[in-house]
């Protein structure tokens, strides 16, 4: 069964500061990554995904992901965070076949910015 | 464009008692899906409709869970009766008919709290 996780449950930066939030996923068949976020009352929202091509992926909001097959990883990042990117942060991977599609989630990393 | 929206945003109910969730997906989209996320858990996956038809609830924890999509626009998720356990964040999301992969859209969140 696939499975996503996210070593890192809660991360504390400075604002201007860079990001990495790491995702390791564990999928049988070539794999279509998400990123979401979600910000306090908010619901999820999409910041970019991977289905195939150039393994480094532009996102909403000055975030981008890497792909790298070798090390199962899909490792979100951003060079200078905001205080608004203060939020919650979900990979996820694709489980669906060719219709349906429903999203395995990891844990969730919890980002906390101090100005 | 309207998002997806979701009715309540809160819910507090004693364990026995029934409570119905509401979803409405973006205008246009075929694809509906539930999720929910139990405390301190993953955001986990209920079921998955294609209009009105359940292409997939393999989800779907047990039998008090029902989800309804008639006239394939809004859906409901009832529960009933609601347990302690059910208590967390119950998710809607929707996408666009197509080739698949096509992007969820989420809707802010029902916070269901079981007493």
């Known amino acids: 069964a696939q499975s996503v996780t996210q070593p890192d449950i809660h991360i504390t930066v400075s604002e201007g500061a860079s990001l990495e939030l790491r995702c390791n996923y564990s999928?049988?068949?070539?794999?279509?990554l998400f990123w979401y976020v979600q910000s306090p009352g908010q619901g999820l929202q999409l910041l970019l995904k991977?289905?195939?091509?150039?393994?480094l992926v532009q996102g909403i909001k000055g975030f981008e992901a890497e792909f790298k097959r070798s090390q199962s990883s899909f490792n979100l990042r951003k060079p200078s965070v905001h205080w608004s990117d203060a939020a919650e942060y979900f990979c996820?991977?694709?489980?669906?076949?060719?219709?349906?599609?429903?999203?395995?989630f990891g844990p969730g990393t919890r980002l906390s910015v101090l100005p | 464009e309207a998002g997806v929206t979701q009715f309540p945003s809160h819910s507090v109910i004693e364990k026995g008692q029934t409570v119905t969730l509401r979803c409405d997906p973006i205008?246009?989209?075929?694809?509906l899906y539930w999720y929910r996320r139990v405390m301190g858990k993953e955001i986990k996956f209920l079921l998955h409709?294609?209009?009105?038809?359940?292409?997939?609830e393999s989800g779907m924890p047990n039998n008090r869970f029902l989800a309804e999509r008639t006239g394939g626009t809004y859906s409901t998720l009832k529960v009933q009766p609601a347990e302690l356990e059910d208590s967390g964040v119950y998710f809607c999301?929707?996408?666009?008919?197509?080739?698949?992969?096509?992007?969820?859209?989420f809707g802010p969140g029902t916070r269901l709290l079981v007493l």
């Open positions: 999928y049988g068949a070539t794999p279509y």
């Open positions: 999301a929707s996408s666009q008919e197509g080739t698949g992969w096509e992007t969820q859209y």
């Open positions: 991977y289905f195939s091509g150039d393994t």
């Open positions: 996820a991977v694709d489980a669906g076949d060719n219709y349906g599609q429903n999203f395995v």
């Open positions: 409709f294609v209009k009105e038809s359940k292409q997939d």
């Open positions: 205008s246009g989209h075929d694809n």
